[in-house]
Each structure stands twice: as structure tokens, then as C-alpha cells.
């Protein structure tokens, strides 16, 4: 089956920018006639009654992507379990975002999803000292935390979307990928986001929901399964370009953890929400995420494809500064969910 899609690189991302654009705009006038909307409360971060959900568009169009590869046989049969696995997640997302599904029956409910692709993909062969049930448990989780990690960092105009846009660029520079060899979705997906952003970013006209902040984290764990699965150093440098998104939502949970708050209860105590509110400003605060990213992780993980032996240690590296942030702002604390 030939290539339905255009042919040119540039062809296909301005494409994509363009189709987003409108096919956004068109959701977001479908989710105000339904009601899908995210009102704002005492632990939001937002001030307007705003459309949520249109994260669908972006899975629309990274499941093209994908099509494209399976119609065309350019994908093999392993890693199409991988390819697939970011939709299914999303398609859970939907469900939520119509539904409002309990925490406890979501986290389930993608847990069980991730077990059965982990299941499926066996124990990677480097792995010598772990039972099948035990490698699909601790694997299980971290991805469940890492998929999460978007959803619980969405909470301020841009910040995953800009977030994406950094570790898939950023992803190619450190994989020394050719860019006429990445596949169509690639390009798909980085278009789909920008002509998100246009609606979500500097003002949120609309909001991704969980149907894309889950499946963006979905697709960045991905990265990292393939990575831990070849037993490749790019598992550090994938961990040090999320840098930012670890700490600060890992940091924030063990913090309330242990001061015996309800973590399944909504808050604003993230350190990036804790700015917004300082600075009165959404934008800053993601232009300062894009700084630190370019500046500090960005450099690093190139730094651990140089010194390959010694990723963990770049990688704590890397986190300490941005654990003393978390520390000095106050995130996790109770006190720091007060205006």
C-alpha cells in the first residue's frame, strides 16, 4: 500500500499544524454544546470556565501516524505492542474525561494496561536477577508514575505541551537520529501539538484533559521502555531531559505523603504552580521550564552519551538543583496550596 500522507517532511508537520488548528477549534465548540468543561475551583490554577479534552486531537493524529506504518509494513510486529500502547492509554483518558472516573479506578485501570504490554515484551535479556513477576511489577510501576507525570504537571497553560515539543526534539539530538529518518507520526504529533498550543497557550481556550496529558506521558515512557529493554544509556539521558516533570511531581507527592495529606486529593502545591501564583503569570513560568531544560538537562544528557558508564551519576547530577528548588519553594506543603 503506497503513502497516503505527503512525502516531505515539512509537508507533513505544516500539515499537521494546520489540520490541529482547526480540528481544535472545531472540538472546542463540540465540548461547550456538551458540557465538557473544567470549572474552576479552589485548587485550580485558572480563573474561566474552560473546554477540556481536546488532547484527542493530538492522539488522532499520532494514531494516523502509526496507521501509516502498519498499511505501508514498516513496522514490526514487537515494537507495534510499543507503538499502540500511548492510544490505549488515551482512549482510557476519554472515558475519564467524559466520565470522571474514581482515582482508585483509574490508576487501576491503567496499571492493568501497562502490566499487559510489559507481560507481552518478556524480560529484557540483561535482566538476570529478577523473576518474569517481579520484572512486570516494579516495570509496571515506574511506568504507571511516569505516565502520570503529565497529567499531574498539567496544570498551568502550555506546560506539557511545551514539555512534549522539548524531549521529542530534544530526544533526536541525543539519539543522533537522522531527521529524514524519523518516522510520520514524529512529525504528526509534533504538529498536532503546536496547533494545540495556538488554543492553550498563552491563554487556555482550551485544555488537553487527561486524553492528551496522558498519552504524552505515555508516549514519553515509551522512550524509556524501548531504552530499558536494549539496556541503552539513553534510559539516562530520556530520565535527564523529563528532569523537571520527575522532580518536581515526585517531590511534591513525597513531601505529602509524608505530612499525611490525601494525595488523591486535588492541589496546587507543585513547585510550577507555586511560581504561577508568585509571579501571577502562566507563561513565565513555562518560559523559565524551557530555560532550565535548554540550559541544564539538555547539555547533560549529551553529556551521557560521551560518558556512557556513568548515566546514573549525571542523572542525580542533574536532579540535585532541581530537588533544591522544590525544597526552597515549599512544594508539598500545605502551606504552600495558600495564595
Avoid: C
Wanted: proline letters at 4%; charged letters at 10%; glycine letters at 6%.
Amino acid at each position: 500500500m503506497s503513502s497516503l500522507l505527503p512525502q516531505s517532511e515539512i509537508a507533513l508537520l505544516l500539515t499537521a499544524v494546520l489540520s490541529s488548528l482547526i480540528l481544535v477549534a472545531v472540538y472546542r465548540r463540540i465540548a461547550i454544546k456538551l458540557n465538557l468543561v473544567d470549572v474552576p475551583g479552589e485548587r485550580s490554577s485558572h480563573q474561566l470556565v474552560t473546554p477540556r479534552g481536546a488532547g484527542i486531537v493530538i492522539v488522532l493524529f499520532y494514531a494516523l501516524g502509526i496507521l501509516e506504518l502498519w498499511a505501508t509494513n514498516a513496522i514490526a510486529s514487537p515494537v507495534i505492542i510499543l507503538a499502540v500502547f500511548p492510544v490505549l492509554i488515551a482512549l482510557l483518558g476519554v472515558v475519564d474525561d467524559w466520565l470522571d472516573l474514581s482515582a482508585m479506578l483509574r490508576l487501576l485501570s491503567y496499571f492493568l494496561i501497562i502490566a499487559g504490554v510489559v507481560f507481552s515484551l518478556g524480560v529484557p535479556a540483561w535482566i538476570t536477577m529478577l523473576s518474569p513477576l517481579l520484572w512486570v511489577l516494579l516495570m509496571s510501576t515506574v511506568l504507571l508514575w511516569v505516565i502520570n507525570l503529565f497529567n499531574f504537571m498539567d496544570g498551568i497553560n502550555g506546560i506539557a505541551g511545551f514539555e512534549s515539543l522539548f524531549f521529542l526534539f530534544s530526544a533526536v539530538i541525543v539519539d543522533g537520529a537522522q531527521w529524514a529518518a524519523l518516522p510520520p507520526y514524529f512529525y504528526l504529533t509534533v504538529g498536532a501539538i503546536i496547533g494545540f498550543l495556538f488554543w492553550n497557550f498563552p491563554a487556555g481556550k482550551v485544555f488537553m484533559g487527561d486524553a492528551g496529558s496522558i498519552f504524552l506521558g505515555a508516549l514519553m515512557a515509551v522512550y524509556l521502555v524501548r531504552a530499558a529493554y536494549d539496556g541503552s544509556y539513553l534510559f539516562w539521558s530520556y530520565a535527564i531531559l523529563l528532569g523537571v516533570f520527575i522532580v518536581d511531581a515526585s517531590y511534591t507527592l513525597f513531601v505529602r505523603l509524608l505530612s499525611g495529606q490525601n494525595i488523591t486529593q486535588a492541589h496546587r502545591s507543585h513547585a510550577y504552580q507555586i511560581l504561577s501564583r508568585r509571579w501571577n503569570s502562566h507563561a513565565r513560568v513555562v518560559f523559565v521550564l524551557m530555560l532550565i531544560n535548554i540550559v541544564w538537562l539538555l547539555p547533560l544528557a549529551l553529556l551521557v552519551t560521551l560518558l556512557q558508564d556513568y548515566g546514573l551519576i549525571i542523572a542525580i547530577l542533574a536532579y540535585l538543583p532541581l530537588v533544591f528548588v522544590s525544597y526552597r519553594l515549599g512544594a508539598g506543603s500545605a502551606a504552600a496550596q495558600v495564595p
